[in-house]
């Protein structure tokens, strides 16, 4: 039985590797890490099906798949995931596992495989030792959404219920302002006692609560299925954690917390996940949730190069001496960044802090062509140039990639609540690892290239 059990969740479980390998072309943050928990999770029954003792049921139970499994299928069937199992640090400095990150780091979604009886019950009886009601845990995920905003607003905090949920606690997880999808079940399809009404002698209820449910329990055994073995013994392990007394063994699914990597080398252009546990670049087109937040953009240095130069205005044909300068002229050709840079601009105000302005316009002044120049102008005279507010200087530690200029250009687009337009994911990383979390979109580099044409061989010369 237990070995039938132990082949079945591991077939299940390799037809999951498939849809994370989706999940990796996608360059999905945290597929890999997905990925590995499965294949140690298979290995661990393999093993118990080769060891000579034979694999007991218990250890079959106990496996972490179904929740991982559960989690895999969610996340296929959301088309804008950006990250999984992701964390994220409270006001504690505690790690809170974010199950899917999606919609450019603007929703946070926890999968949900549990039973609902067990669910209810605990969330009727309230909680008792380290096992906490999901309508606690959805306060704790709402305000840890709050000290990771994404464009300076806090993520929408989603449960997913797989098996469905029961209405009072949906209800009461609503009412602390996170999100409910599933199947809801009415209380009393549940076929759990009324925890509504308030009884004097404690001891009396629990024991007659007791008596119960292990009458239920003991008539399930007879023809139970092997989805609901997991079901019953996890509703028992609550009724022990509530101190109703069961025989049954308890068995919880617990994801360990893993540290994040953060692939940038897929990314094209757009948005940044402000919660920088995932520092994978999205696409503008994708994120009309955040439009109305994107109504100033703070433009640096590497943003208005790239708009001015002369790759990104039709001088992309030529083939450069600069092996840097050839690898952005064959990019541009097929991923112009004008267009990017244009789409960000489209209908908000520019600005730029004055000290990026002043060093944009030395560096145009000296190696910027005629044209770049011009161009220089015009973008110039688009601009409101604002003073720049050093918002970083007392949370940044100078060195390395933090230098004094980008610091106070990326510290005034904070300042000012404003997105700010870059290819300095130097700066961007080095603040991560900080611990700050910058709002920004994302383009391509571009330098400025006028002056090199004439050393340059035309591509239709090639």
């Known amino acids: 039985m237990a070995a039938d059990l132990a082949v079945l969740k591991i077939s299940e479980a390799c037809n999951h590797l498939e849809k994370i390998a989706e999940f990796e072309k996608r360059g999905i943050n945290g597929a890999q890490k997905l990925k590995?928990?499965?294949?140690?999770?298979?290995?661990?029954?393999?093993?118990?099906?080769?060891?000579?003792?034979?694999?007991?049921?218990?250890?079959?139970?106990?496996?972490?798949?179904?929740?991982?499994?559960?989690?895999?299928d969610v996340a296929m069937d959301i088309p804008d995931v950006t990250g999984i199992l992701q964390s994220f640090r409270n006001e504690e400095n505690?790690?809170?596992?974010?199950?899917?990150?999606?919609?450019?780091?603007?929703?946070?979604?926890?999968?949900?495989?549990?039973?609902?009886?067990?669910?209810?019950?605990?969330?009727?009886l309230g909680r008792r030792g380290s096992a906490k009601p999901l309508n606690e845990v959805a306060e704790d995920f709402k305000m840890c959404a709050k000290l990771?905003?994404?464009?300076?607003?806090?993520p929408k905090v989603i449960f997913w219920f797989c098996n469905g949920v029961s209405e009072g606690l949906a209800r009461s997880i609503e009412e602390k302002g996170v999100a409910v999808e599933g199947r809801r079940i009415a209380d009393e399809d549940l076929g759990l006692p009324d925890f509504s009404i308030e009884d004097s002698d404690t001891e009396t209820e629990e024991s007659s609560s007791a008596s119960y449910y292990s009458d239920a329990s003991e008539e399930e055994d007879i023809v139970v299925t092997d989805k609901s073995k997991d079901q019953n013994t996890e509703t028992s392990n609550i009724f022990a954690q509530t101190g109703i007394k069961l025989e049954r063994a308890s068995i919880s699914l617990n994801l360990d917390n893993h540290t994040n990597t953060f692939p940038i080398e897929n990314a094209?252009?757009?948005?940044?996940?402000?919660?920088?546990?995932?520092?994978?670049?999205?696409?503008?087109?994708?994120?009309?949730?955040?439009?109305?937040?994107?109504?100033?953009?703070?433009?640096?240095?590497?943003?208005?190069?790239?708009?001015?130069?002369?790759?990104?205005?039709?001088?992309?044909?030529?083939?450069?001496?600069?092996?840097?300068?050839?690898?952005?002229?064959?990019?541009?050709?097929?991923?112009?960044?004008?267009?990017?840079?244009?789409?960000?601009?489209?209908?908000?105000?520019?600005?730029?802090?004055?000290?990026?302005?002043?060093?944009?316009?030395?560096?145009?002044?000296?190696?910027?062509?005629?044209?770049?120049?011009?161009?220089?102008?015009?973008?110039?005279?688009?601009?409101?140039?604002?003073?720049?507010?050093?918002?970083?200087?007392?949370?940044?530690?100078?060195?390395?990639?933090?230098?004094?200029?980008?610091?106070?250009?990326?510290?005034?687009?904070?300042?000012?609540?404003?997105?700010?337009?870059?290819?300095?994911?130097?700066?961007?990383?080095a603040a991560h690892c900080q611990g700050i979390n910058l709002a920004v979109l994302v383009h391509r580099p571009r330098a400025l290239t006028e002056a090199k044409e004439a050393f340059a061989i035309p591509l239709e010369g090639v």
């Open 268 to 429: 094209d252009s757009g948005f940044i996940d402000q919660s920088a546990l995932s520092l994978s670049v999205l696409s503008l087109h994708d994120t009309s949730g955040s439009e109305e937040q994107l109504g100033h953009i703070n433009l640096d240095v590497t943003a208005m190069i790239a708009y001015v130069s002369s790759t990104a205005n039709g001088g992309a044909n030529f083939v450069f001496q600069d092996k840097f300068l050839n690898e952005q002229a064959a990019c541009e050709r097929k991923n112009p960044v004008k267009n990017t840079l244009d789409a960000y601009f489209k209908g908000r105000e520019l600005v730029a802090c004055k000290e990026a302005v002043d060093r944009f316009q030395e560096i145009v002044s000296v190696i910027g062509g005629d044209g770049e120049k011009t161009r220089a102008k015009e973008l110039l005279a688009r601009l409101t140039v604002v003073p720049g507010q050093d918002f970083f200087k007392d949370k940044m530690k100078a060195g390395g990639k933090i230098r004094a200029l980008p610091r106070m250009t990326f510290g005034t687009g904070q300042a000012m609540r404003a997105i700010t337009v870059t290819s300095n994911m130097g700066f961007v990383r």
């Open 148 to 154: 990771h905003p994404v464009f300076y607003s806090s």
């Open 36 to 72: 590995k928990r499965i294949q140690a999770e298979i290995k661990f029954l393999q093993r118990g099906l080769q060891n000579s003792e034979g694999l007991k049921e218990k250890d079959v139970q106990c496996s972490n798949l179904g929740q991982l499994g559960a989690l895999a």
């Open 94 to 124: 505690e790690k809170i596992i974010i199950d899917i990150v999606a919609d450019n780091g603007m929703k946070w979604i926890k999968v949900i495989m549990r039973n609902p009886k067990a669910l209810h019950l605990l969330f009727a």
